[in-house]
Every structure is written in structure tokens, then in C-alpha cells.
């Protein structure tokens, strides 16, 4: 039983750190004891480990491990690629077709090796012990999740390419805040879209980009958003739905073994052996008093440490599930809180910049606000020139129902700095902003609208 609470210690210590290493970086956590954990773990240890190299061998040893580590997160190898081919150097231009992005076809195998191995243990010792009802949701629970990973994975409609630049110009608007116009991506070599961002990893730009997905090998962007949202849905349905079976089944055990030693209750014992000690009837089970009645915390820890013992394969799974949930959830919850907020994870990063200008009084907003855009033959909003004309120049025609009306600077952001090259900010119509709640974000229409736009509903 000791080992048992060890490998249960050890679980919930692992799944806190991998939250904190995940999310700890995040705007929200920044100033948490999660950011801090965060920080100790990417920063403060490294530079440890770098000074400790450097003591004993010189700095040789730690390059050739961090060039193994990035081998292993980010490059096509049979130990973590289900699928892959040829990998792609970085020096090489941009794809000009989704199909030729091989990072993007490639999908993480530690995180199905998880998901797989924790079903080929749990079902054969769960399903004799589980009623129809309980089994008739089975199939889809845990077929979707798969599904779901797999168009995660292999969808790459949000790759800006040559042929696909200039219909992702005209999905957002310009908001001269976080996303300028003539702001060009050195790799990919055209200007970028509103909203997009050049990734490293999969060598391309992605449109609306959210974050690349380790687990995933691939950007979360415009066309995969929701099918990310629905892929932590299910998956935390899945480990909920594991959670309670593995409960229903140990507590069923552990209630039939209290039963079996019930003093009171000699002839229920007698009767109630083997493998049908799960059996109770409804009679026999109200005639004996809860298992956990009139005991303590100790004593209620023991006998559940004690049942998962008795049964690693249900205990250790339905363990693993209940302490992973909360990750699957969390993430989902995150996610959600930034469509309601109208930003994505990269966003958020650019809004926290402009929350500490702001916080250092570097921020300044002009009472006059940005020209008024106009309209197109079709009646469609536009946000300046471009192919289609009016407006200020350079920018597309984009139908949006929001205007980027806003003239912000901060003496720390280049790019605002040089979109208002003549602005005088000791002139009367440039006031100083307090609070960030005075900058309008035009991506933000609404929680259902932007939810929408996730999912691309009309």
C-alpha cells in the first residue's frame, strides 16, 4: 500500500508540473506561484545546469543535450511520429500547396501512446464490472477524441501560402493596435495578414495564429481552432467519463468487501464470495451502513489506497484520469476565456505588452480618431485600398462589422511609433491612457460572435 501512495504522489506531482511548465508562461500566471514554477523550470534551472557545465567539462555536455531535446520535441523521428516523411529544411522557401507542409501531417505519438495504453489496460478489467448504461456511451467516447485529433493534425487551411495570401489579407481587418499594414514576414517574403503570425516550427504563417501544439506537431490557426476546442472537450469528456468508472466500480468493491466483514451481517458474508461480491441486490446493500461512515481521513485514504491495490489496472488508470482531467479542462477553460476576451494565446501576449505600456504611462491615444474607411460596389466594410482601393492605402477590403477607428502610440512599440510618424505627443490631442480598457478591440464582437468565428458559422 505504501508503493501505491508513492506512484499516487508521484502522479499528482508530475501533473502539477506539467501545468505549470505548459501554462505558467501565460499572461494570467506570469505574477502566480505557477509563473514562478514556470520560470524555475525553463530559466533558472537551464542556467543552473549551464553553470554546472561549464564548472565541470567546459560547456560541452549541455549543447549536445539541448540539440537532443529539440531533436526529440520538434523534428520528424519514428520514437514520437506516427506518420511523417522526409522533414523539410528550415532554409528552404515556404510551401506553395498545404499538402507539401510535412510537420503539419505528422502527429505526436506520446500523447496517443498515453490515451491508447490507458484503454488496452482499463477495458477488459472494467467492462464485466459495468452495467449497459454505463457501456452504451463507451464507443463514442472513445472513438471521437481520435477522430478529432486526427483533423487537428492533418488540417492545414490556416497555412498562408502564395496562392492562399491574398484571400487570408481579406478574413480580418487591420487594427493598427497589435497588427499593422505593410508589416512583412522576412521568411515567407509578403506582407502579413491581420491576426497572423510566422511559426518557427512548421516554417510558414498562419492565419488567426493561436500557438503551436507540441501534442499535435501543428499551429492552432483560423482553420483548426474549433477543432481543437472540440478535441479538449472530448478528451476531458473521456477522462471524466474514466474518472467515474473506475470510482463506480472501486467503490462498488470496496462497499461489497465492507459488507463481507460487517459484523451484523454474518449470513451476507457468507453468501457474497468471489467475483459475485460485486452482485449485491438493492436489499442486501441498504441493510449495510456506508463503508466510509464514522471514519476518518486516514482511515477513508487507506481503504481507497488499499482498493486500487487490489486492482492496479482500474485504480492506476481511473488515478491517472482523475488527476489529468483538471489539465484537459483548464486548457479548454483558458481557451475559452480568450474567445470571450476576443484575442487568441499569441494575442494575448501582445495585449500584455500594451497593459504594462500602459501601466508605465507610455501609452497615447489621439482625439481624433482614424478616417472613416468607406465602403465597396458590393456594400462590403473595407479597410483601406489595396487591390480594391479607398481607404488607406495598402490595406484590403475586409467585411467586418467593427472599424479600426483607434490612434494609439506607445514610446515603446516601434510599429506605432512608425504608423504615426508626424504625431506630436505633446500636443493637445494626444491624451495619455490609464487603463487599457479605454482601447477598443475590434476582434472582439461578442462571446457567441467570436465563438462563431472560431467555428467559422455565419
Not at 256 to 269: L, V
Not at 357 to 382: F, K, M, Q, S, T
Not at 404 to 419: D, H, T
Request: glycine share 8%; charged share 15%.
Amino acid at each position: 500500500m505504501g508503493v501505491f501512495r508513492n506512484i499516487a504522489i508521484a502522479i499528482l506531482t508530475l501533473s502539477l508540473v506539467v501545468f505549470c511548465a505548459l501554462f505558467g508562461s501565460l499572461p494570467r500566471f506570469r505574477k502566480t506561484p505557477i509563473g514562478f514554477i514556470n520560470r524555475l523550470i525553463w530559466i533558472k534551472l537551464p542556467s543552473t545546469l549551464l553553470s554546472v557545465d561549464r564548472l565541470l567539462t567546459g560547456g560541452r555536455t549541455l549543447p549536445v543535450l539541448m540539440r537532443v531535446g529539440n531533436y526529440l520535441m520538434n523534428e520528424n523521428h519514428p520514437l514520437v511520429l506516427v506518420r511523417t516523411s522526409s522533414p523539410r529544411s528550415p532554409s528552404l522557401p515556404p510551401p506553395t500547396s498545404p499538402q507539401s507542409h510535412t510537420p503539419l501531417t505528422s502527429q505526436k505519438a506520446f500523447y496517443l501512446l498515453i490515451l491508447s495504453t490507458s484503454q488496452i489496460l482499463f477495458l477488459p478489467a472494467a467492462l464485466p464490472h459495468l452495467s449497459l448504461p454505463q457501456t452504451l456511451p463507451l464507443p463514442p467516447i472513445i472513438i471521437v477524441p481520435y477522430l478529432l485529433t486526427y483533423l487537428t493534425v492533418t488540417s492545414t487551411a490556416s497555412l498562408i501560402t502564395p496562392s492562399t495570401h491574398r484571400t487570408a489579407m481579406t478574413h480580418y481587418p487591420y487594427d493598427h493596435i497589435l497588427f499593422h499594414p505593410h508589416t512583412p514576414c522576412r521568411t515567407c517574403l509578403f506582407p502579413k495578414p491581420a491576426r497572423s503570425k510566422h511559426c518557427s516550427l512548421c516554417n510558414a504563417c498562419v492565419a488567426k495564429h493561436d500557438h503551436h501544439c507540441v501534442w499535435v506537431m501543428n499551429c492552432i490557426g483560423r482553420s483548426n481552432q474549433g477543432l481543437f476546442l472540440a478535441m479538449l472537450f472530448s478528451l476531458g469528456l473521456q477522462l471524466v467519463y474514466g474518472g467515474y468508472l473506475a470510482y463506480s466500480i472501486l467503490s462498488t468493491r470496496l462497499q461489497a468487501d465492507y459488507a463481507e466483514r460487517y459484523q451484523g451481517y454474518r449470513g451476507i458474508a457468507a453468501a457474497v464470495t468471489g467475483a459475485s461480491r460485486l452482485a449485491l441486490t438493492a436489499a442486501q446493500a441498504e441493510k449495510v451502513p456506508a463503508w466510509s461512515e464514522g471514519k476518518g481521513w486516514q482511515q477513508w485514504m487507506d481503504a481507497w489506497l488499499g482498493v486500487f491495490a487490489g486492482d492496479i489496472r482500474v485504480g492506476g488508470v481511473g488515478l491517472l484520469a482523475a488527476f489529468t482531467a483538471p489539465l484537459a479542462w483548464g486548457l479548454l477553460a483558458y481557451h475559452l476565456y480568450l474567445i470571450w476576451a476576443g484575442m487568441t494565446t499569441s494575442e494575448s501576449f501582445k495585449w500584455e505588452e500594451w497593459r504594462d505600456d500602459v501601466a508605465g504611462g507610455l501609452v497615447y491615444r489621439c482625439a481624433e480618431p482614424r478616417g472613416e474607411r468607406g465602403r465597396g460596389e458590393n456594400g462590403e466594410l473595407r479597410v483601406g485600398g489595396g487591390e480594391g482601393g479607398g481607404g488607406e492605402e495598402g490595406e484590403p477590403k475586409v467585411d467586418w462589422p467593427v472599424e479600426s477607428k483607434m490612434r494609439l502610440i506607445s514610446r515603446a512599440n516601434r510599429r506605432s511609433l512608425e504608423a504615426e510618424p508626424d504625431a506630436d505627443l505633446s500636443k493637445p490631442e494626444w491624451v495619455q491612457i490609464t487603463s487599457l480598457a479605454e482601447v477598443v478591440n475590434i476582434y472582439d464582437l461578442g462571446f457567441w460572435d467570436n465563438l462563431a468565428d472560431c467555428f467559422h458559422w455565419k
